[in-house]
């Protein structure tokens, strides 16, 4: 047995309302720069629909993830070394840009400086790659305007699979949202498709790098990720990828996306698995039996054989205690109601799901039943406007079983509360009919429902001993490119203190001088502008100020 430690996030889809204001946050903390105009490292779908990129999960296009051959082992989908040598300068398994979408701004100067007439003036749209006038067609979550409708749904790769079971007449068709940031998974394969080695998992907390010094860009881990969640910077022509906001995590702070999260869906923690098990538990021959082998890859952390294990691994006790109180390990393994995101990738994914189960209950209660009621509860849910088979071609491999027996635990969650609520009686039948005893729904109740931050967030900081293992201050940081992480500045955080911060900009010229500039903030010619918001009195960034005379006490 090999302890090995993990962060890992779960997210309840039942409470995320599709703000965005986790990809809104994450995007403006690291990819707020010249060249990633593009790219979210979290974004929300709206399901069904094609996702960001378009048709991501279609790995017969994309060839992401790995494959299982006769022989039992594991191989890339897009080939091994030989295949990757050999179209090294010509990828063709790439999503186009159109694939993700052209980013554009407008052209407000024309709302600002056009002169009196007849018509009232238009900002219209202009590309950030080109400059040219274009259409808006395409974005990052272009199905949630359409709300699930036939128009893009039709397409989504999973729907495929299972058209002849779903009614997707408007007045019928059912939609909910899924945040997405990078898996960091156990077994990745953007890891083992990077030729140069750029791609690489810390040992100390299991994050998902890239050195941004090794990469050369050729892109292939952009194809091995199942997920498409490895992005390219066509300014650096260097690999990115979401970063778990690891100098956050260092200090015991939660991710951009998750403390700023308006739902309170998202739990962090740590989890401790045997890393002898990962390549065992991702070759099982049954795609349907994925699950729970990488279940069986976690380790108990009450275990005093484990404990004994992981101290011996170096492991701080302190790490291990933040591992016996994770959320993590209660959803997935205590009360077994998270799911992973494809498990077919078998890619061992370390961002699991706990289904949505509102819809069922606002289905039973438009009959003018009880939609809270356990008897009319465990019986609709075979019958959900949200077809269990699409939510276990998302979470389980295609398979029903995993899923329904995790919204009938959500669901006697429900009714056992609602009996301590209204009658003050607690039916232990409720409980044993999921396998569980009252005592274990009330603490899932705490956990899902009412859980205080400390709660949901359960993060160890990193020790003063294995700082040299670490990569904040190295040339390592996947986003060290024009600023450091985050594009933070000095602070310790990634506050800005002292150093001028870009203005986000309004118009289309001034994003036309930033694409070409060598800094941020500091335009073609010079002139830079300051955002006062992000000053915080500490010295004087260029442009804020008139430049110095040299007078020494002087008249000024």
Known sequence: MRVMAQMAMVMNLDKCIGCHTCSVTCKQAWTNRTGVEYVWFNNVETRPGLGYPRSYEDQDRWEGGWTRTKRGRLRLRAGGRFAKLARIFSNPNLPSLQDYYEPWTYDYDVLLSAPQGEHTPVARPKSLLTGKNMKIGWSANWDDDLGGSQETAADDPILATMSEHVKMEFDETFMFYLPRICEHCLNPSCVASCPSGAMYKRVEDGIVLVDQDACRGWRMCVSGCPYKKVYFNHKTGKAEKCTFCYPRLEVGLPTVCAETCVGRLRYIGLILYDADKVLEAASVEDDKDLLESQRSVFLDPMDPAVVAAAE?????????????????????????????????????????????????????????????????????????????????????????????????????????????????????????????????????????????????????????????????????????????????????????????????????????????????????????????????????????????????????
Request: aromatic share 8%; proline share 8%; glycine share 10%.
């Open 312 to 556: 011996a691994a170096d492991i701080p006790r302190d790490w291990i205690d933040a591992a016996q109180r994770s959320p993590i390990w209660a959803l997935i393994q205590k009360y077994r109601v998270a799911l992973p995101l494809h498990p077919e990738y078998r890619t061992m994914p370390m961002v699991w799901y706990i289904p949505p189960l509102s819809p069922v209950v606002d289905i039973i209660t438009s009959t003018g039943s009880d939609g809270e009621d356990a008897r009319t509860l465990f019986a609709a849910i075979d019958k959900l406007r949200i077809p269990l088979e699409y939510l276990a071609g998302l979470f389980s491999a295609g398979d029903v079983a995993p899923v329904a027996a995790t919204l009938r635990r959500l669901a006697a969650m429900r009714s056992y509360m609602r009996g301590i609520n209204l009658d003050n009686e607690r039916d232990e039948r409720i409980a044993t009919a999921v396998g569980m005893t009252g005592v274990e729904v009330e603490e899932m109740y705490r956990l899902l429902a009412i859980a205080k931050y400390e709660d949901r967030y359960v993060i160890p900081s990193a020790h003063a001993e294995t700082a040299a293992k670490l990569e904040e201050l190295g040339a390592s940081c996947s986003l060290d490119f024009e600023g450091g992480p985050g594009m933070g500045g000095a602070g310790p955080f990634g506050s800005s203190s002292g150093s001028p911060v870009p203005v986000a900009v309004e118009t289309f010229h001034a994003l036309k001088d930033r694409q070409t500039s060598d800094g941020p903030s500091t335009p073609t010619g010079g002139s830079g502008r300051v955002n006062l918001l992000n000053w915080d009195g500490n010295g004087t960034p260029n442009g804020l100020f008139p430049p110095s005379t040299g007078n020494q006490g002087g008249e000024v």
